[in-house]
């Protein structure tokens, strides 16, 4: 019997309600604040994420899945390695939004020079090839927004507090979320301090792990994403960026913080926050959901190189990410759901064989006006098509009989409080729909 892949799951029922939830509340929200919704292709050239994910993140080196077709393959096969390959021909699933979004707005010139800025949003699936865990899929889900053309600190705070909102939105207490921020600097205090980090980090080697010294010659700043706690300790006492930043960094993060304040926003300044992947610059984010199990549920933060790396003209960005399956976990662990309760629906059921035409008729009436219906297409008798109703969920119960036919009506039956009413076709439709909303 074929499986599905470790580390995916299957989105039905209940569960892909909640999926179902989670992008229409984003796009209530988002459409607030002038975001429209995009969708990227699942796969990209692989140089769409080295130039703004870092070659030297985990994401790239690690992570990435591969995309070859069978032809292809083969001539790597034959030839020993894909050095011979063209651009176009190395592919790979995407792991992360922005990437693919940056490259559309480039591509498709949604960004033109001295124009409105543009603010997208997505809910896509991203493919990641981890360790299959609790709340670490290698095929998961993230709805996320970015606003390019926007250098203000005004939407740096405007990110996060979408954010905030959103996840109170799903049902999130604000009181058991933690917001965290911090501002990485940019090209003119960053690399001075990257390099103080990289003095701390060869100074520390004998107590750091191979990969944290490792980043001390290809990215210093990762060390502070280390997940081995004794590192985490020891990276805990290196140089702060928010004691390095420039004067225009230090007052665009101060600015920033001024309009969290104003619009009532709890966040702890977290200076060793610096996120996983190369691009970002200046503001980031992140927010925990507290005593959950489950960690970071959802961040993000400026990147104002990122489109100049992907082959456009300088032009800030910045933009958020959360991920379905955390989220799920989060809330299910504070004793919420994301799951919604399903579509109210009405069953019309068949007394006879002779009544089939009669219900198929009634059926599309039905449906044509907006209403979930249901009925029954395998010969079931009356009693079976009551309890088909009860397992589907059905408020309603259409029964159609030969005594009804005849007369011209049709009997409405209350699956809660088995009460019943015989009424006349003609007004079946518009009772059934008044009842229903």
Not at 54 to 68: A, C, L
Not at 298 to 321: C, K, M, Q
Not at 337 to 351: F, G, I, N, R
Request: overall charge negative; glycine content about 10%.
């Amino acid at each position: 019997m074929a499986q599905r892949i470790q580390g995916t799951e299957d989105l039905y029922g209940g569960y892909m309600r909640g999926w179902q939830h989670i992008q229409d509340t984003a796009r209530e929200l988002f459409g607030t604040y002038g975001f429209d919704m995009i969708e990227t292709p699942a796969i990209e050239q692989v140089d769409t994420f080295v130039h703004g994910i870092g070659e030297s993140t985990d994401v790239v080196r690690k992570e990435m899945f591969r995309v070859f077709s069978g032809a292809l393959m083969e001539r790597l096969i034959g030839a020993g390695g894909e050095g011979g390959l063209k651009a176009k021909q190395r592919m790979a699933l995407r792991p992360e939004g922005t990437a693919g979004v940056v490259r559309a707005a480039v591509e498709d010139k949604l960004v033109s020079q001295g124009a409105a800025p543009v603010k997208l949003w997505y809910a896509e699936a991203m493919f990641r090839g981890e360790r299959p865990q609790k709340g670490r899929l290698r095929q998961f889900h993230q709805v996320g927004i970015e606003w390019m053309g926007a250098p203000d600190p005004a939407a740096d705070a405007e990110c996060v507090i979408v954010l905030m909102e959103y996840f109170r939105l799903l049902g999130f207490d604000p009181a058991r979320l933690r917001l965290r921020i911090n501002s990485m600097g940019d090209a003119t205090c960053r690399p001075a301090y990257r390099e103080k980090v990289r003095d701390f980090i060869i100074a520390h080697a004998h107590e750091l792990c191979a990969d944290c010294r490792e980043r001390a010659d290809v990215n210093p700043l990762r060390a502070f994403d280390c997940k081995v706690d004794h590192d985490r300790e020891i990276m805990a006492h290196a140089p702060l960026v928010t004691d390095h930043l420039c004067d225009t960094c230090a007052a665009h993060y101060a600015q920033v913080k001024c309009y969290l304040d104003e619009a009532g926003v709890a966040y702890v300044e977290d200076p060793t926050l610096v996120r996983g992947l190369d691009y970002y610059t200046r503001t980031v984010f992140e927010v925990d959901a507290l005593d959950s199990g489950v960690g970071a549920i959802g961040g993000g933060g400026r990147y104002d190189d990122l489109v100049e790396l992907e082959g456009g003209r300088p032009t800030p960005g910045i933009g958020f990410a959360v991920g379905f399956e955390r989220i799920s976990l989060a809330l299910a662990a504070c004793g919420g759901s994301l799951e919604t309760k399903p579509p109210a629906c009405v069953y019309v059921a068949c007394a006879a064989p002779e009544q089939r035409d009669a219900v198929f008729s009634t059926s599309l009436a039905l449906r044509r006006a907006g209403v979930r219906t249901e009925a029954d297409y395998q010969g079931r008798s009356l009693k079976s098509q009551f309890k088909q109703a009860d397992r589907l969920g059905a408020r309603l119960c259409v029964v159609l009989g030969a005594d009804e036919v005849a007369s011209g009506t049709a009997t409405l039956r209350d699956m809660q409080t088995h009460e019943q009413v015989r009424l006349p076709l003609a007004e079946l439709v518009a009772t059934v729909s008044q009842r229903i909303s």
